[in-house]
């Protein structure tokens, strides 16, 4: 659950001019082997799969990631994380997230990964998934249904079934990373469920768990 690959992303400008072609080759449409073309569709599937043109993946910067996490989980902006209960994340870990802080005299955003960068960002995530379940936990005793967390029949409990796991697992991937999990990260986190609660936790501490290892991904964390 850590963020093993910070220190090999940069945040480098981007050089792709708007006319360039990803392959560096005409832009034409036509056959690479040289070939007629008849004008029938062809099968995506039958396509080879394309290798990258560029390795260019980009950290989020706070307000990126504040915002993604906002419209995933349904949280206002000064809910999502508060130091010590009293201090926004987004002032306090703004400067480490890729941003400015005038008030220290840091006018320009720093373009490489700090040594708290990765920190910063789990602080984030694991605030945002805690403070979504204490709400959905008050939602469910005042007889609402919860908005996130609500595919566990007993939060408090220590048991649920194949099916209430892999409900929940795939709600939360379909918010924090917008597709459905494979069969492998449902039996992952499957597995942590058993984890979890061989340490004495509930269904309710997987579930944030769950947000948080979802969340805190290369795949959740850049673009």
Not at 77 to 92: S, V
Not at 147 to 154: A, G, I, P, Q, Y
Request: charged letters at 20%; a negative charge; one cysteine or more.
């Amino acid at each position: 659950m850590t963020l093993l690959l910070l220190s090999l992303l940069a945040c480098g400008p981007d050089t792709t001019k708007p006319g360039d072609t990803l392959d560096g080759g005409s832009n034409d449409g036509g056959s690479s082997d040289g070939g007629s073309s008849d004008g029938g569709a062809t099968d995506p599937g039958e396509l080879p799969a394309a290798a990258a043109a560029r390795a260019d993946l980009r950290l989020k910067r706070w307000r990126q990631l504040s915002l993604d996490l906002e419209t995933a989980l349904e949280l206002p902006g000064d809910a999502l994380c508060l130091e010590t209960g009293l201090y926004d994340c987004r002032d306090m870990h703004v400067v480490p997230l890729g941003g400015t802080s005038v008030p220290n005299g840091l006018y320009d955003t720093i373009n490489t990964v700090a040594a708290t960068t990765g920190l910063a960002m789990e602080r984030f995530v694991l605030q945002a998934c805690w403070n979504r379940a204490k709400a959905d936990k008050a939602l469910l005793e005042a007889g609402q249904p919860a908005v996130v967390f609500s595919h566990l029949s007993d939060p408090m409990g220590t048991s649920a079934t194949a099916e209430e796991l892999n409900a929940q697992t795939s709600e939360l991937y379909r918010r924090l990373l917008a597709r459905d999990p494979l069969q492998a990260e449902l039996d992952a986190l499957a597995g942590l469920h058993g984890t979890v609660l061989a340490e004495g936790a509930k269904n309710a501490d997987w579930a944030v768990l769950a947000c948080f290892t979802i969340g805190t991904t290369t795949e959740a964390l850049t673009y």
